[in-house]
């Protein structure tokens, strides 16, 4: 193995460890804000970054994976999973607004 493939090795192992600790974070943020009441400080979680993260690594990791002669089907899927598994990223946050608007009596104001 070479240097520079020794690195690539060690950077992918250190995005999938960031996308999984990441994860493990904003679910337990989501949680915590969920069962929040009103006026308590809410946690805050990684934000969209494990998620992105996470996408980046399945795009990296497709080709070294290729390389040793595993083909995933639908490479498309498992770039986008990582997106839609983290609780903090677009479809994600759209649904937790659908659910906070869902509970109020009238629309918010401004």
């Known amino acids: 193995m070479s240097g520079g493939n020794l690195v690539g090795l060690i950077l992918l192992s ?58 995933a089907p639908w490479p498309w899927l498992w770039i986008l999973l990582p997106l839609v598994l983290d609780p903090y990223c677009l479809g994600a946050l759209a649904l937790m607004t659908y659910h906070r608007l869902r509970g109020r009596s009238t629309p918010p104001s401004g």
């Open 14 to 71: 250190m995005a999938w460890l960031y996308f999984l600790g990441g994860l493990l974070v904003n679910y337990r943020a989501l949680r915590l804000s969920l069962k929040a009441k009103e006026g308590e400080p809410v946690p805050s979680g990684m934000g969209f970054m494990p998620g992105l993260v996470g996408s980046l690594t399945v795009f990296f990791s497709l080709p070294a994976l290729a390389g040793m002669g595993i083909a």
